[in-house]
Protein backbone atom coordinates (compact mmCIF):
# COMPACT_ATOMS: atom_id res chain seq x y z
CA UNK A 1 0.00 0.00 0.00
CA UNK A 2 1.22 3.53 -0.57
CA UNK A 3 2.13 5.95 2.12
CA UNK A 4 -0.49 8.94 1.24
CA UNK A 5 1.99 11.46 3.22
CA UNK A 6 4.75 10.61 0.54
CA UNK A 7 2.67 10.20 -2.53
CA UNK A 8 2.71 13.18 -4.90
CA UNK A 9 0.99 13.19 -8.04
CA UNK A 10 -1.23 15.48 -10.20
CA UNK A 11 -3.63 12.94 -11.50
CA UNK A 12 -4.67 11.16 -8.15
CA UNK A 13 -5.74 12.09 -4.49
CA UNK A 14 -5.77 9.71 -1.45
CA UNK A 15 -9.29 9.34 -0.03
CA UNK A 16 -9.70 7.27 3.26
CA UNK A 17 -6.22 5.77 2.68
CA UNK A 18 -7.18 4.56 -0.92
CA UNK A 19 -5.51 6.30 -4.39
CA UNK A 20 -8.32 7.68 -6.40
CA UNK A 21 -6.89 8.04 -10.14
CA UNK A 22 -8.62 11.04 -11.62
CA UNK A 23 -9.78 10.54 -15.15
CA UNK A 24 -8.00 12.13 -17.77
CA UNK A 25 -9.39 14.84 -19.70
CA UNK A 26 -10.15 14.59 -23.56
CA UNK A 27 -12.21 18.31 -23.80
CA UNK A 28 -10.47 20.86 -26.09
CA UNK A 29 -9.89 24.35 -25.09
CA UNK A 30 -12.75 24.88 -26.99
CA UNK A 31 -15.15 22.79 -25.64
CA UNK A 32 -14.34 24.06 -22.31
CA UNK A 33 -14.71 27.31 -23.48
CA UNK A 34 -18.32 26.68 -25.38
CA UNK A 35 -19.31 24.82 -21.48
CA UNK A 36 -18.91 27.72 -19.54
CA UNK A 37 -20.69 29.93 -22.54
CA UNK A 38 -23.78 27.92 -22.52
CA UNK A 39 -24.05 25.73 -19.14
CA UNK A 40 -26.90 26.70 -17.14
CA UNK A 41 -24.41 26.18 -14.13
CA UNK A 42 -22.75 29.06 -15.28
CA UNK A 43 -25.04 31.02 -17.20
CA UNK A 44 -28.27 30.50 -15.02
CA UNK A 45 -30.06 29.87 -18.49
CA UNK A 46 -31.59 27.17 -20.45
CA UNK A 47 -29.83 26.99 -23.80
CA UNK A 48 -32.55 26.17 -25.36
CA UNK A 49 -35.26 28.49 -24.43
CA UNK A 50 -32.64 30.83 -22.51
CA UNK A 51 -35.58 31.25 -19.88
CA UNK A 52 -33.34 32.05 -16.54
CA UNK A 53 -33.38 29.78 -13.88
CA UNK A 54 -35.01 30.46 -10.33
CA UNK A 55 -32.76 31.79 -7.94
CA UNK A 56 -33.87 28.76 -5.51
CA UNK A 57 -32.78 26.37 -8.04
CA UNK A 58 -30.09 24.17 -7.24
CA UNK A 59 -30.31 20.65 -8.82
CA UNK A 60 -28.75 18.43 -6.93
CA UNK A 61 -27.04 16.64 -10.66
CA UNK A 62 -28.50 17.59 -13.45
CA UNK A 63 -30.11 21.02 -14.73
CA UNK A 64 -32.95 20.27 -16.39
CA UNK A 65 -34.93 23.53 -17.73
CA UNK A 66 -38.56 23.34 -16.22
CA UNK A 67 -39.37 25.63 -18.53
CA UNK A 68 -39.16 23.96 -22.20
CA UNK A 69 -38.26 20.23 -20.54
CA UNK A 70 -34.54 20.68 -21.82
CA UNK A 71 -32.71 17.78 -20.46
CA UNK A 72 -29.21 18.49 -19.82
CA UNK A 73 -27.02 15.25 -20.38
CA UNK A 74 -23.28 16.91 -19.31
CA UNK A 75 -23.27 13.92 -16.49
Do not use: A
Amino acid sequence: MMNPDSFEDDEGSFYNGELIRQPRQTWTLEEKLELLDTHPMFTRRCPECEMPYPKDYRPVVHWDCPFCDWKDDTV
